[in-house]
Each structure stands twice: as structure tokens, then as C-alpha cells.
């Protein structure tokens, strides 16, 4: 990530629901950029931006909401750890992609900005 300290200190600014609403619009683009094959850097990096969006978002977020938040970080950890082979295959790579659009609909409900 570029820049993580100047990233950091504009996440900070936004109040927890804009915030969450920022992490679930990272994973809705990972799911978006998974589509396509020649976009495997984006996606890992968007997976990388959205690690640190949990653990800066997540300290104060609700107890429960919490734990939720750091196993997806968890899972986003272990996605980069495998990164090359998940891209390679498609199933795989699918996985990815329903599992973040699936993350991004629960964060988008956490923060309350639809209500």
C-alpha cells in the first residue's frame, strides 16, 4: 500500500460507519476485479488495503462486531499468503469473489449507513 501512514490518517478522520462503508466498498471492488484474469495485482492489493481498513476500523467497532471483523482479516491474510496459486485457478479465484461480495454486504450492514 502507498503511503500507509498518510492512508491511515484519513481513515482516522472518518467516523466508524464511513470507515466500514469504505472497507465494504473495497471488497465489493474485489469482487468486481476478480472478473477479469489480468487483474490479479489490483485485487491483491485491494485485499492488502482492506487488512489494515479491519484493524484500523475494528478497535472501535462492537465486541462482536469485532471478532467478525478479524477473522475476515485473518482470511484475507491467508488469501495473500496463497495468492498466486488462488489466482491461477478460476474456482478458486470465484471463491474469492462471492466470499468478498458476501463481506461486503455484511460490513455495509454493520456500519448502518442504510438505515
Known amino acids: 500500500m502507498k503511503n500507509q501512514a498518510a492512508i491511515r490518517e484519513r481513515y482516522l478522520r472518518d467516523p466508524l460507519p464511513v470507515r466500514l462503508g469504505g472497507l465494504a466498498a ?6 468486481s ?3 477479469h484474469p489480468k ?6 492489493g485491494l485485499i492488502d488495503e482492506s487488512k ?19 477473522a475476515m482479516q485473518v482470511q484475507l491474510a491467508l488469501w495473500q499468503l496463497n495468492w498466486s496459486r488462488i489466482w491461477a485457478d ?21 456500519s448502518g449507513l442504510l438505515d
Open 26 to 31: 473495497n471488497l465489493a471492488r474485489v469482487k
Open 33 to 35: 476485479f476478480s472478473s
Open 39 to 44: 487483474h490479479g495485482a489490483i485485487v491483491e
Open 52 to 70: 489494515y481498513f479491519v484493524e484500523w476500523a475494528a478497535p472501535d467497532a462492537e465486541v462482536d462486531r469485532q471478532a467478525e471483523l478479524v
Open 90 to 110: 478460476p474456482i478458486q479465484r470465484a471463491r474469492v469473489a462471492s466470499q468478498a461480495q458476501e463481506w461486503s454486504d455484511q460490513v455495509l450492514a454493520m
